[in-house]
């Protein structure tokens, strides 16, 4: 069974299940954590508090003995009184050694475990003016109920030389466990009421959240490339679901864009391929109907030969374009010098503009070299040369200007031909557009030569604009970055 079967069956492929339960583990492990470091210092910080609490008054009780020889009977009153007059947090009790290590008094909350005595002697030995403190417990079953917390053990002299051993007991072990169970008891019953918020608050944040994704796959699903008019909504409030939705938006207004080209591309190239078939069959046709002579057969097939001429020209332009369209157009590129390469178009084309008595120049600024693939722009020059030599009157002007620059190369073709309306300058770059349909199509043109040249100029990176007005003539302004070679 494929995961692809059972869409119903994993709760987790939802985007919003998969959020809540990140976000529910992420929340629920630092609300962990946080008890968990705040239990702990709860606790460090009670040891530590009654640590130096006992600690003060060993050293206190100590000190006030070394400077006096007690009897036993003193010893004890004077213990048994400092450890319940002790002002602190928890009750403390006593035990007193002698120099043979035997107990000799101890206060009635003191346990006589033998754990306790065995402290002297495994610790201690033959030191003395030592001590240490041992957190421990009484054994369960002793009484009073208030264990012992900490225990500290040390020896000392009075002020006759003897040797005592002396351990004083800080009481309420189970007091502090009992404060700490509360919190762990607490925190345990805390914890699941927790994660049932976290997860509930989850839902509802990420359905809020998630809410704006939802209306725009809804919109999404009633948009045609046909009709792009609505687009998707954009809520205005400038977070990312507004930056998707004008990103897709952006790219959606290019496919529709697209669509209509090819679409206009299709029905422009049905009717272009037409009319030369037409022209062929028509031809056919008559030659057809009765017996011809030699003469207007030659002449007919004369006719066919060169609509044939023209429509493979045609579909050679197409092809062309296609793979420029689909960046499989290759350029061989190499170091060319445009100065030579147009004054040897110029020379080529001597015949068409000298036979409209056209003045025609050249002009250099700068250096010419540039890297690029020399037959695409011998094409390029060539479709807009002879597109100013065949709109420029008899007796008008062309002007070639090259001008090198560190970062680009510009070229500028002017003419004082017919023009180009403003409305028409935005359109001439597209295919079969032909801005005097019926002289262009008496002249041969197929309307896609402005369309090669800017395929050329951006395949090289660069850019071609035109300036233009009507009875003035135009100015085709080509520029071409500088790319080095690759290695």
């Known amino acids: 069974m494929s995961w692809n079967t059972v869409p119903n069956l994993f709760l987790f492929r939802s985007l919003r299940a998969r959020l809540v339960l990140g976000y529910t583990v992420v929340l629920f492990l630092s609300i962990l954590g946080l008890s968990a470091a705040f239990y702990y210092q709860i606790r460090k910080n009670i040891d530590t508090a ?27 009153n004077f213990l ?30 003191f346990a006589t475990d033998e754990s306790f005595l065995k402290e002297v002697d495994g610790k201690f030995g033959d030191r003395q003016g030592t001590s240490f403190i041992k957190k421990v417990k009484e ?5 009073p109920p208030q264990g012992v917390l900490f225990l500290m053990t040390g020896s000392f002299k009075d002020a006759a030389g003897t ?7 800080l009481h309420g072990a189970r007091i502090f466990e009992t404060f700490l169970g509360s919190i762990h008891k607490t925190t345990l019953i805390m914890l699941p009421i927790t994660l049932i918020v976290v997860v509930l608050g989850g839902f509802l944040l990420t359905h809020r959240l998630l809410l704006p994704i939802s209306e725009l796959a809804k919109s999404a699903k009633n948009l045609s490339i046909t009709d792009f008019s609505r687009g998707l909504p954009i809520r205005g409030t400038g977070d990312e679901i507004d930056h998707l939705s004008v990103t897709f938006n952006d790219v959606f207004k290019r496919l529709s864009a697209s669509y209509q080209r090819i679409v206009q591309f299709t029905a422009d190239a049905s009717h272009e391929l037409r009319l030369p078939i037409t022209a062929i069959k028509g031809e056919a046709e008559i030659v057809l109907e ?16 060169e609509e044939m001429d023209r429509l493979s020209l045609m579909i050679g332009k197409l092809l062309r374009l296609a793979r420029a369209d689909s960046g499989a157009d290759h350029l061989e590129k190499s170091n060319v010098h445009l100065y030579p390469l147009l004054k040897k178009m110029l020379e080529f084309l001597t015949p068409l503009y000298e036979g409209k008595k056209l003045e025609v120049s050249l002009k250099q600024e700068g250096p010419d070299e540039f890297y690029g693939d ?4 011998e094409e390029l020059f060539s479709s807009l040369l002879e597109n100013a030599i065949k709109f420029t009157p008899s007796g008008g002007r062309i002007d070639l200007l090259i001008q090198g620059h560190p970062q680009e190369l510009c070229v500028d073709i002017r003419d004082t ?30 309307g896609l030569g402005l369309s090669i040249a800017e395929s050329i ?16 003539g135009s100015c085709f302004h080509i520029i071409l970055p500088h790319r080095p070679p690759r290695s």
């Open 163 to 169: 040797v005592f051993y002396l351990q004083l007991g």
């Open 417 to 446: 031909g017919i023009g180009i309306a403003p409305e028409e300058q935005q359109k001439i770059f597209e295919r079969f557009y032909r801005v005097d349909k019926s002289r262009a199509r008496s002249e041969g043109s197929s």
């Open 457 to 472: 100029v951006l395949a090289h990176g660069g850019k071609i604009t035109v300036e233009s007005s009507l009875g003035q």
């Open 139 to 143: 054994p369960k079953g002793k009484e």
């Open 50 to 76: 009654a640590q130096d609490f006992l600690k003060n008054e060993f050293d206190m009780i100590v000190t006030l003995l070394e400077k006096e020889a007690y009897g036993i009977r003193e010893l004890s």
């Open 290 to 305: 009765r017996e011809r002579s030699l003469e207007e057969y030659r002449k007919t097939l004369g006719n066919i030969i």
């Open 80 to 109: 048994s009184k400092k450890t319940l007059l002790a002002k602190g947090p928890y009750p403390l009790s006593y035990a007193l050694y002698d120099g043979r290590r035997q107990l000799i008094a101890r206060s009635e909350q």
């Open 374 to 377: 020399q037959d695409r722009l």
